[in-house]
């Protein structure tokens, strides 16, 4: 049974939610307010974080960025009534896997909630990937160049791994889309932040940068010269 959190000071959405996820066999905890989601989030085991950007105590952009600083690596899904690039890309710079806007389909916010807990879980994996300076730990989930290690968050972990697996070959974004997506494909911008994130940590702190964009096809890692 799948547990999620919910984060929404909407009581009509907050019950329309309940209900619908209810009759999937889910398991449901709820807050109304920020502070209370963060107390429980960071107290419980769930699976997914569903957490509202405009939230009373606690806005759901610290929330999340609270819940990364503390190691917390659940899935977040991000809902909002704000519908522009820059609100869009301010949440995932905080530590947001996936966003959709108000008003949604229940079955699209279904199914976007089973890609991230499918990729999250993962595959129980025997080693480690290697690439030059650069390992990722398969079983706790975990990545480190030159033996530091990388703040991503569940969705920049899955593309780092895409890429560290075909590596120094290109990958491209169709491939990305479809392993982190299915068929619920976004847009380019939400493809392009989470690329932002990845180099933020992959590539900033160090002198020499690892992943390189193939314009028109995708992206690729290479080695340090």
């Known amino acids: ?11 009509e959405v907050a019950g329309i939610l309940f209900d619908y996820f209810e009759c999937l066999g889910m398991e449901l905890d ?6 209370l989601g963060l107390q429980l989030a960071l107290a419980g085991n769930f699976d997914i974080i569903i ?11 610290t929330v999340c960025n609270k ?8 899935p977040i899904l991000m809902l909002t ?24 389909d229940l079955e699209i916010l279904e199914a976007r909630m089973q890609a991230l807990m499918k990729r ?16 990722i730990d398969q079983k706790i989930r975990q990545a480190y160049r030159e033996q530091k290690r990388l703040a991503l968050n569940p969705t920049t972990y899955a593309l780092l791994e895409i890429l560290a697996l075909k590596a120094p070959e290109v990958v491209t974004r169709q491939e990305i889309t479809q392993q982190l997506w299915q068929d619920e494909e976004p847009n380019n911008d939400v493809l392009r932040s989470h690329i932002y994130q990845l180099r933020a940590q992959l590539d900033k ?6 992943l390189v964009t193939v314009p028109k096809i995708g992206f690729r890692l290479e080695l340090p010269q």
Do not use: W
């Open 1 to 11: 049974m799948n547990k999620v959190l919910l984060v929404e000071d909407n009581r």
């Open 30 to 35: 709820y807050a109304d307010n920020g502070e």
């Open 205 to 210: 702190p160090f002198n020499q940068a690892m």
């Open 120 to 135: 999250y879980r993962g595959k129980v994996a025997s080693c480690n990937i290697v690439f030059g300076p650069l390992t």
């Open 81 to 104: 009534a704000l519908d522009n690039r820059e609100d869009m890309l301010n949440g995932f710079s905080h530590g947001a896997d996936d966003y959709l806007t108000k008003p949604f």
């Open 67 to 74: 819940l990364r600083d503390a190691g917390n690596t659940t």
């Open 51 to 61: 957490l509202d950007l405009m939230l009373p105590r606690m806005d759901g952009l």
